[in-house]
């Protein structure tokens, strides 16, 4: 009886150990599904991070709804005076900063003292608060603030002006660059109206992400006698072009390239979604377009009355 008993048990043994055949099996099987899942919940990660950044632009577009509804016109670019010499002299803030009490933001609204310039000391805290809603989730940024510098004429800088907060979002200054006052929805002491907008608000872009790798953004507004160049900050892979004040909060399409492209200024748009861009339109939807958009097409979308492909 014992014999036997002994005998079923080593019996029983046998069967339920692993060989070393089975044991490199399974771990190859194992292997194998790893690596199917892995891309899959990346590829999931980045369409949660898309989409987040696009809810982001929405949050914009309806505090731009709001603030028309409320003021009878769109924020201005920026706000800021002029000296006979063409200098702006400020105070410079934004139109996302002037939109704050449409985002849930009172209380950092009530922190700013907008008659002072933003390199005010009495606007030295507010204006290095980072706006949780204004940060695109795909950009890992290690530099929440950057400076805002005085630079000479191949961008080296030449003093410090103060620090403000990081915004992956900036606003439509239009077409180009090149002309005094925008061709789009933003550029400065610009209050323009639905009615401005000619083109329609459901084709008119309104603002776009923008990088950290391209470029410094801000909600803040244009910080008077900055200049922005792309800093050997890692990764930065803006063409090296000196830009005014105004491309802290406004970007153009003015380049003959699409969104996303690697010959981007540092005042276009750029985002880390792929093969794209979210933007958000002057009517509040949201749409993704993609870097291989007819660039005609893409550029009457920047301006509000070009009057592109209306007839």
């Known amino acids: 009886m014992t014999s036997a008993l002994r005998s079923n048990q080593q019996y029983v043994t046998k069967q339920s150990a692993f060989t070393l055949v089975e044991l490199l099996v399974a771990i190859t099987i194992i292997g194998l599904l790893i690596a199917l899942l892995v891309p899959a919940l990346q590829a999931a990660r980045n369409s949660a991070r898309r989409a987040q950044c696009a809810n982001n632009l929405k949050g914009i577009g309806l505090a731009l709804q709001s603030f028309h509804a409320a003021k009878g016109s769109f924020p201005s670019g920026y706000v800021s005076g002029v000296d006979p010499s063409g200098n702006e002299t400020g105070p410079g803030w934004g139109w996302l900063s002037l939109s704050l009490t449409y985002m849930d933001q009172s209380p950092l609204a009530g922190m700013i003292d907008f008659r002072q310039p933003i390199e005010s000391s009495a606007n ?136 996303n492209s690697p010959s981007s200024e540092l005042n276009q748009f750029y985002g880390l979604h792929g093969n794209g861009v979210n933007f958000v339109f002057a009517d509040g939807h949201v749409v993704f377009l993609a870097s291989t958009i007819d660039y005609p097409l893409y550029q009457s979308m920047a301006t509000r009355a070009g009057g592109e492909g209306l007839h």
């Open 124 to 259: 030295d805290v507010a204006r290095t608060r980072l706006i949780a809603n204004l940060l695109c989730p795909a950009n890992e940024i290690s530099k929440p603030t950057w400076p805002t510098e005085v630079r000479d004429s191949t961008g080296e800088p030449v003093s410090l002006i103060c620090r403000v907060a990081f915004c992956a979002y900036v606003g439509m200054y239009g077409s180009t660059d090149t002309t005094p006052l925008g061709d789009g929805i933003f550029f400065r002491n610009s209050r323009i109206r639905v009615r401005d907008v000619t083109d329609g608000t459901s084709r008119t872009i309104a603002a776009g992400e923008r990088a950290y790798v391209l470029g410094d953004g801000t909600w803040v507004g244009a910080v008077s006698g900055a200049s922005m160049f792309p800093d050997d900050y890692s990764a930065k892979i803006a063409v090296e072009h000196l830009k005014p004040a105004s491309a802290m909060v406004l970007g153009h399409v003015g380049l003959g390239n699409g969104p």
